[in-house]
């Protein structure tokens, strides 16, 4: 009997061995390969392991999703928890919060990039946000009326708002020019101190937007009613040639596209991120062409550290945390990350592949510049909401103390320190910031943070801007 009982105890002691070192391998596994596009057999496997143990995980409290505690931000872009920063940035660089007064004068003023799903965001920005006073949008119209509370003024500069006013799709140099003017214009003066303009973007990655307005010019887009205005004019047919002599230029090759060296799609966002009068605007005999682009470049970055706010394409969820925390404003419906749009259908050759890398390289480094600041600020706001909810916590804490200490017939002695009132269950103040820290995204964050993030099958990328 002693036999049998010993063996059965070492039976059990063995499957607690085997089944502990599955479930590290599934972490491990799952930590090496984040994206589901790699190692797709082995996420399949920890899926399955983690639909057997749902069970236990959730009465640990400790909830795994692919391998790692639950972090509704991980799964959108399959990036490793610890974010390496490559570029130095001041605090005022990171910390981007403003005092956005929507009942005064403040405007935001988006700056639409092509093909960067910039018609997807500037809808967010009329339909989506909660505001006091909703935009008025009505079926058939392409333009909301976004009006302050109390006030027939708007606060937002935006294509569904106020539409072209700049000119189609018109960039930064052309903006910060046009944009006082034409709001004094639509709104009566008042004599009241300038208003504040925050200014707000979204990126793309270069080689997916320019084969995304490559697709798109195929099917016949032009934007020929773009004006390109810089220091005070538009530019001659001499300084900026067209790429075709038709109409349009529907139905032409990618490698069309590519030999066109006048082709704006080249380096796009650097150029419409820039300060184009730094380099004489379109009139390229000023310098050589490495000099000109150097200097848009340097001027594209640090334009983008003073905007308001940019985000990011590949990343939907954390570009809406930081325009909520940004803006004190807060989007009714999250946003959707889907990995399938028109551009990753193309199939490209490497060759091709570098060669678009090297006709937008600029806009590569830009990119990797954008990407490691946007990352940081995340990282940046994050940290600032745990270390406001950690202080909540204590403050609460604090109050319970000071409630127990005035209770009637209840005297502290001087050595006795007051106890949290669930301390019996949770252990000690230290076990207690542990456990409530190792769950502040779930508390702070609200319910549909959680959604599947391919919950829906809407393209927020079908953005085929009919312009």
Not at 92 to 120: C, E, M, P, S
Not at 123 to 138: A, D, G, K
Not at 206 to 232: F, I, K, M, N
Request: contains cysteine.
């Amino acid at each position: 009997m002693d036999d049998k009982s010993s063996s059965g105890s070492s039976h059990h002691r063995v499957l607690i061995v085997l089944l502990m070192v599955l479930l590290f391998g599934v972490i491990m596994v799952q930590y090496v390969c984040p994206s589901r596009s790699e190692c797709q057999m082995l996420h399949q496997l920890g899926t399955w392991f983690k639909d057997g143990s749902a069970t236990g995980s959730r009465s640990s409290g400790n909830t795994i999703q692919d391998g790692l505690q639950k972090d509704p931000y991980i799964a959108e872009d399959g990036a490793l928890v610890r974010f390496v920063p490559r570029f130095n940035f001041t605090k005022a660089d990171l910390n981007r919060a403003v005092d956005f007064n929507i009942k005064g004068d403040d405007v935001i003023v988006f700056l639409h990039i092509q093909k960067t799903g910039g018609t997807t965001f500037g809808r967010h920005l009329v339909r989506n946000i909660q505001l006091e006073r909703p935009c008025e949008c009505h079926a058939g119209q392409k333009k909301c009326t976004c009006y302050r509370p109390g006030k027939k003024e708007t606060w937002l500069f935006s294509r569904f708002s106020t539409g072209w006013s700049c000119g189609l799709h018109a960039d930064w140099t052309e903006l910060t020019s046009c944009v006082p003017s034409r709001m004094d214009s639509r709104e009566a003066p008042v004599d009241l101190p300038s208003r504040n303009y925050y200014y707000i973007t979204i990126l793309r990655d270069p080689v997916s937007r320019y084969l995304s307005e490559w697709r798109h010019v195929q099917r016949g887009a032009t934007w020929r009613a773009s004006l390109h205005v810089c220091d005070g004019r538009s530019p001659t047919l001499t300084e900026l040639p067209s790429c075709y002599s038709g109409d349009d230029w529907s139905g032409c090759s990618l490698q069309e596209f590519m030999d066109c060296p006048y082709n704006l799609a080249n380096n796009r966002q650097t150029r419409m991120l820039a300060d184009l009068s730094l380099v004489g605007c379109y009139n390229v005999s000023t310098m050589s062409e490495d000099e000109r682009w150097a200097l848009l470049l340097e001027s594209a970055k640090r334009n983008l550290r003073v905007m308001a706010f940019f985000g990011l394409t590949e990343y939907q969820r954390k570009t809406q945390y930081l325009f909520e925390r940004t803006f004190n404003l807060e989007f009714i419906a999250p946003f959707t990350q889907l990995n399938g749009t028109r551009a990753s259908s193309v199939a490209v050759p490497n060759e091709t592949q570098y060669r678009i890398l090297q006709l937008n390289r600029w806009d590569v480094e830009l990119y990797e510049y954008a990407r490691d600041l946007f990352l940081q600020r995340f990282q940046v706001a994050r940290q600032q909401e745990r270390r406001q909810a950690r202080a909540r916590r204590q403050q609460e804490r604090r109050r319970l103390r000071g409630r127990l200490a005035t209770k009637p017939g209840r005297q502290l002695k001087p050595t006795e320190a007051p106890r949290h009132p669930l301390s019996h269950s949770l252990g000690t103040e230290e076990q207690l910031r542990g456990k409530a820290g190792g769950e502040e995204s779930e508390l702070l964050l609200p319910d549909w943070w959680n959604l599947d993030e391919n919950s829906t099958m809407e393209d927020y990328m079908d953005n085929v801007e009919q312009w």
